[in-house]
């Protein structure tokens, strides 16, 4: 299904790119880029000719040379734009249209090439995003940190850079900083009952882009999302490594017990085997379901971090779907979203996927992700941010930035990880280079400096097994060469020339799944309103199938105390997004306690809530409220609190409120408040919600300010509460 606002350009088989890679020339269906020579580069993108020619001093730069003179423009072009990113602080700007550091953006440009290239500029951008001893998480739904919660993506590329540097000073000096943030994060994000950490999918810090309408910022950091699983099990795991080196023994055995747990997580709760990749995302309120999209950042890094096992490995990227013009955020699409991350491919994702492609020996794999990499910046002679899915073009994006840090540093790493395929194994540099066939040849990279070592690379031939290997003349016994090296040195590299067995990949051509449903419940009919593009509707019951029908309606018991959600479902078998939950028969199961009652003052001033007012919690005010429930009935029940926060923007900004919930001293759990709304304090929503059981009775709970609950502004932790409901659940 194309999306309706956008017209049909291509026929009624969809878009057919012809993309070949020449010895001076990339050719695509309607456009044509020509390398005269490495430092410049023709482009006739839209039949509007435009031109690249070097202008900056890029000589203390490692060169690079091969048989495709484009590529090796491009690696010129992006040496360029790393200059160009360069603030005078010595930090990395994050591109054309994006001033200063962003965590996010400078680690992933980091752990692709940018650690290598510039290790000094990248330990100063790293120091950038650091606060109060934490690391910073400086951009997200509803004010950041807890509903994004990427933030220690920081530490993949901290780690990186001490492999690169083995700087020991480096490494003391992260070390705290990882540590207390992560001892920070297991309060605040790691969800018990499932093992996972909650928050907004890492990068994908655009909520309707990737998540359904009606999923609010406190719903989003309910979600339990691939790539941010990733990530912490990743961060966790490099701690552990980082303790053992400082010999800190106890802790390192914490963390590598804590990454364990995530990893069997991610494997038992979002792996999905009828499909063979993993899905997006836990989603929902009381009861989690699935979303069974395609998400290619979290897909690439679970194979590259051996989350997934060497047979699901090689599924991944064979079974995740690519379209014709690269592999997109999401798949499938979601309707009616204009492209930035929804219908969007991203260079930088791209360059994660064909270092996981290539980590499995997928050819067929790689080379389409080379392509994809390589047309875009030769088009458009430049590395941009993103670019459309279904049209390959940049143009239609909602936002869009010229030379993107992280597209920049995707493009060289392409050289320095994917070709030559450098790595680090303790004190040994490791050459695992993967070459397709199409991009065969001499390949050179000389004036590589890492740690006290210049090496002159030298490989020809293509695929990834080494048939000879040598340093300075002297054939070595394993492709590695010692970090204690000093001064200049030749190492040579001969390929096989073999491309071993044939590789397969999920091409798909670009389509939407069916839009959410709006279902609504009157009396006992639970209804919603029938989609043309929807074959029919599953109906789901506290988060388990229930019934499938072609109506657009269901009748329910009229004594059901149970949550209902609606799935349209697409011809080719694609799903929606679940329907807000609905909770049928609410008054049976819900007690409401107004707050203003055990806190004060009491509040007014706003309007919209329901009592005689509410109260205030914030740095100064009600830093620890007490309050009591009777429970009537023993049973496990959700938790959850009416407020406004109006210190911010819904999508953007540092100051979400993080509270601790104790049952008398016990910690159970934290809530958040994110923004509603710019100065929009009389807009009142629900929090998340806290599930545990309750035994009939009274009870006491305090909602506490803790060290743990700094939030990324470190002022204002500030939100105005209404009351606190308890819903016991079926």
Same mark, same amino acid.
């Given at each position: ?169 480096? /490494?003391? $000096?992260?070390?705290? *900083?990882?540590? &207390?943030?992560?001892?920070? =994060?297991?309060? #605040?994000?790691?969800?018990?009952? @499932? ?101 290619? /950042?979290? $897909?690439?890094?679970? *194979?590259?971090? &051996?989350?997934?096992?060497? =047979?699901?490995? #090689?599924?991944?990227?064979?079974? @995740? ?103 680090? $194994? ?305």
């Amino acid at each position: 299904m194309k999306p309706k606002s956008d017209p049909n350009r291509f026929s009624e088989h969809g878009p057919k790119p012809v993309f070949q890679v020449k010895a001076d020339r990339v050719e695509q269906e309607g456009f044509v880029a020509m390398a005269n020579s490495p430092t410049e580069i023709v482009s006739n993108q839209n039949r509007q000719k435009a031109k690249w020619t070097l202008r900056s001093d890029i000589s203390h730069y490692p060169t690079f040379k091969s048989e495709q003179i484009l590529i090796d423009a491009l690696y010129n072009l992006s040496l360029e734009e790393v200059i160009l990113n360069t603030e005078a602080d010595q930090t990395f700007r994050t591109g054309e249209k994006w001033e200063g550091v962003w965590t996010r953006d400078v680690s992933y440009g980091i752990m692709l090439g940018l650690g290598i290239l510039e290790p000094e500029m990248s330990k100063n951008s790293l120091r950038r995003k650091v606060k109060s001893g934490r690391i910073v998480q400086d951009t997200g739904t509803g004010g950041a940190y807890p509903v994004s919660s990427d933030r220690v993506v920081w530490a993949l590329a901290a780690y990186e850079i001490y492999q690169v540097t083995g700087d020991r000073d480096w /490494l003391e $000096e992260i070390y705290p *900083v990882i540590k &207390d943030s992560v001892k920070d =994060d297991l309060k #605040n994000v790691h969800d018990p009952k @499932t093992g996972l950490v909650k928050g907004e999918s890492s990068f994908l810090d655009w909520r309707e882009q990737t998540y359904p309408r009606w999923m609010q910022p406190a719903d989003i950091f309910e979600s339990l999302a691939l790539g941010t699983n990733a990530v912490h099990h990743q961060a966790n795991k490099l701690l552990a490594l980082i303790a053992a080196e400082l010999e800190d023994h106890a802790p390192a055995q914490e963390y590598a017990r804590h990454a364990a747990k995530i990893k069997t997580a991610i494997n038992t709760h979002l792996w999905m085997e009828d499909k063979g990749y993993y899905g997006q995302y836990l989603y929902g309120r009381t009861h989690k379901l699935l979303s069974p999209r395609a998400e290619a /950042l979290g $897909e690439a890094l679970c *194979v590259l971090f &051996d989350i997934a096992d060497h =047979d699901k490995q #090689n599924q991944v990227v064979a079974q @995740t779907p690519v379209t014709p013009f690269g592999i997109p955020c999401i798949f499938p699409q979601i309707p009616g979203i204009p492209p930035y991350h929804n219908d969007g491919v991203w260079p930088f994702v791209q360059a994660f996927w064909s270092l996981a492609a290539a980590k499995v020996g997928n050819e067929d794999a790689l080379t389409e992700s080379l392509d994809a990499i390589y047309r875009a910046a030769a088009l458009f002679l430049t590395n941009k941010e993103n670019f459309v899915v279904h049209s390959g073009e940049h143009a239609g994006t909602q936002i869009n930035s010229d030379r993107q840090l992280w597209s920049v540093a995707g493009n060289l790493g392409m050289v320095f990880k994917v070709f030559f395929g450098l790595g680090f $194994e303790k004190d040994y540099l490791t050459f695992s280079p993967s070459v397709p066939k199409k991009y065969t040849g001499k390949k050179q990279l000389q004036g590589l400096k890492i740690r006290n070592v210049v090496l002159d690379l030298e490989m020809e031939g293509f695929g990834r097994q080494i048939q000879t290997i040598s340093l300075d003349g002297q054939l070595l016994d394993k492709p590695q060469i010692p970090l204690t090296l000093e001064g200049q040195h030749h190492v040579k590299i001969s390929l096989t020339n073999h491309s071993g067995p044939l590789s397969k990949i999920n091409k798909q051509e670009v389509f939407f799944s069916p839009d959410t449903p709006k279902a609504k419940l009157h009396a006992n009919t639970l209804v919603w309103e029938g989609q043309d593009d929807a074959k029919g509707y599953k109906v789901l019951k506290n988060g388990k199938f229930y019934l499938q029908t072609e109506k657009s309606q269901v009748a329910i018991s009229g004594k059901d105390h149970a949550v209902y959600q609606v799935i349209a479902i697409s011809d080719r078998e694609e799903e929606s997004y679940a329907s807000a939950p609905i909770l049928a028969n609410a008054a049976e199961g819900m007690g409401v306690v107004q707050l203003e009652k055990f806190a004060g003052p009491v509040l007014s001033a706003y309007s919209g809530y329901r009592g005689e007012g509410y109260v205030e919690i914030s740095k100064t005010v009600n830093k620890a409220l007490s309050f009591t429930l009777s429970i009537p009935q023993t049973g496990d029940y959700a938790m959850h609190f009416v407020y406004s926060n109006g210190n911010g923007p819904i999508n953007t900004g540092n100051s979400c409120a993080i509270r601790a919930l104790y049952r008398e001293d016990v910690f159970i759990g934290t809530f958040v408040f994110p923004h509603r709304g710019m100065e929009i304090w009389d807009e009142w929503g629900e929090s998340n919600s806290i599930q545990l059981p309750l035994e009939k009775g009274l009870h006491h709970f305090t909602l506490s300010l803790e060290a743990f609950c700094e939030n990324m502004n470190g002022t204002i932790n500030q939100a105005m509460l209404d009351c606190v409901r308890v819903v016991r659940l079926a």
